[in-house]
């Protein structure tokens, strides 16, 4: 595995994208995907994991209509290695993009397929804390998750298609998904919000 240090990583996001709520994002799926990693026994890898999660939206600012076929030209002028270049395209597999073609780049590990299952959910639950007078996810419990998430009409953007897709490449039941990514958005709720503050 190639790995990109942090600090690079950050420069190289920050070169495509200037919008805070997309340096939000890549800093939510970044902490999730650590949780993951340690949560799921590869905590070696945890660093490795955040930078996928950190950079795997690096083309959709710029380029939405090209969003994971612009990513690898990108990745690659940063000195990114292929294998985080391959976990980045993964994330969208299945998913017809605006330019009309569908992203082929089937998740493999286990850390891809985290990444394509937990990525559009943290934008739910996130959208669903924002609607919480804490406006944080500390207090949010899972039912009141679930009935976001069974409201078609809420954070409509984030496809529960994708999401359901995602847990079943996992071959997990939607509440675990739900429940861990839950979990992970509380436990690095704070930490997101310093480096939020800090990029």
């Known amino acids: 595995m190639t790995h990109i240090a942090r600090d690079d ?8 994208n200037q919008d805070p709520f997309h340096i939000q994002h890549a800093l939510t799926v970044e902490a999730v995907m650590k949780w993951y990693a340690k949560e799921l026994g590869y905590g070696d890898d945890a660093e490795y994991w955040g930078i996928v999660g950190l950079l795997h939206d690096i083309d959709f600012e710029l380029y939405p209509d090209e969003h994971c076929i612009k990513a690898p030209e990108l990745l690659r002028e940063g000195g990114v290695g292929e294998d985080i270049i391959h976990a980045v395209c993964s994330h969208g597999y299945g998913i017809t993009v605006g330019c009309g073609k569908t992203i082929d780049v089937e998740p493999v590990h286990e850390m891809e397929k985290v990444l394509f299952a937990a990525d559009e959910l943290t934008g739910l ?5 924002l609607m919480r007078p804490s406006k ?3 207090d949010m419990e899972l039912k009141s998750l679930k009935k976001k998430y069974k409201s078609k ?3 409509a953007g984030c496809s529960r298609e994708v999401i359901e897709r995602g847990a ?3 071959g997990w039941e939607l509440d675990k998904l739900l429940t861990m990514t839950l979990e992970a958005m509380k436990a690095t709720e704070d930490e997101i919000n310093e480096k939020v503050m800090a990029v």
């Open 168 to 170: 079943d490449q996992l």
């Open 136 to 138: 944080s996810t500390k």
């Open 9 to 16: 990583a950050i420069t190289l996001l920050k070169k495509y």
């Open 153 to 155: 009409g809420f954070a």
């Open 125 to 129: 639950v996130w959208a669903a804390a």
